[in-house]
T-cell receptor
């Protein structure tokens, strides 16, 4: 069965420092992987996706993610964090049998000034 | 362009009442999805449609939950005889087509509270 794990409930980083939010996955077949961000009192916003091709995927707001097949990981990264990046981040994988997304439990990113 | 809209944004109801939650997808999007998100958790799949056809309802927790999309656009998720455990955020999403590489765009959600 497809699954996604986000091992960290919370990540704290100082503004201006690089950030990483971790995600590992388990799928049968080729993975379609996604990152979403949730700001308070707002819906989930799509950040980026990996379908095929380059292992480094660039997305919205300066975020990028690195797909690593051997480690079954899809970590979200940003070279220089902003206070406004503070939010809840979800990693998701498409179920291989249907089109539903399977989400991780989320990681709260806190960027301190 | 308008995104996915949901109404109501907040719904408080008494146990045993029926509720209907509405989702209006992005214009032209073929696929529409319903998810439920408990506090502190990621969204969990309920059901999805292509046009008016319900493709997968494996995530609906029991027969009190149903969904329809009669004209292939607006969808309604109905919960009959609500129970306190139904309290959650209900999220709707749409995508161009049910191809795995298409991202799903989410609405703001409906916060349901069952007293």
């Amino acid at each position: 069965a497809q699954s996604v794990a986000q091992p960290e409930d919370q990540v704290n980083v100082a503004e201006g420092n690089p950030l990483t939010v971790k995600c590992t996955y388990s799928v049968s077949g080729n993975p379609y992987l996604f990152w979403y961000v949730q700001y308070p009192n707002r819906g989930l916003q799509f950040l980026l996706k990996y379908i095929t091709g380059d292992n480094l995927v660039k997305g919205s707001y300066g975020f990028e993610a690195e797909f690593n097949k051997s480690q079954t990981s899809f970590h979200l990264k940003k070279p220089s964090a902003l206070v406004s990046d503070s939010a809840l981040y979800f990693c998701a994988v498409r179920d291989g049998n249907t089109d539903k997304l399977i989400f991780g439990t989320g990681t709260r990113l806190q960027v301190f000034p | 362009g308008a995104g996915v809209s949901q109404s109501p944004r907040y719904k408080v109801t008494k146990r045993g009442q029926d509720v209907a939650l509405r989702c209006d997808p992005i214009s032209g999007h073929v696929s529409l999805y319903w998810y439920r998100q408990a506090l502190g958790q990621g969204p969990e799949f309920l059901t999805y449609f292509n046009y008016e056809a319900q493709q997968d309802k494996s995530g609906l927790p029991n027969d009190r939950f149903s969904a329809e999309r009669p004209e292939g656009s607006i969808s309604t998720l109905t919960i009959q005889r609500t129970e306190q455990r139904d309290s959650a955020m209900y999220r709707c999403a749409s995508s161009l087509r049910d191809r795995g590489y298409n991202e799903q765009f989410f609405g703001p959600g409906t916060r349901l509270t069952v007293l």
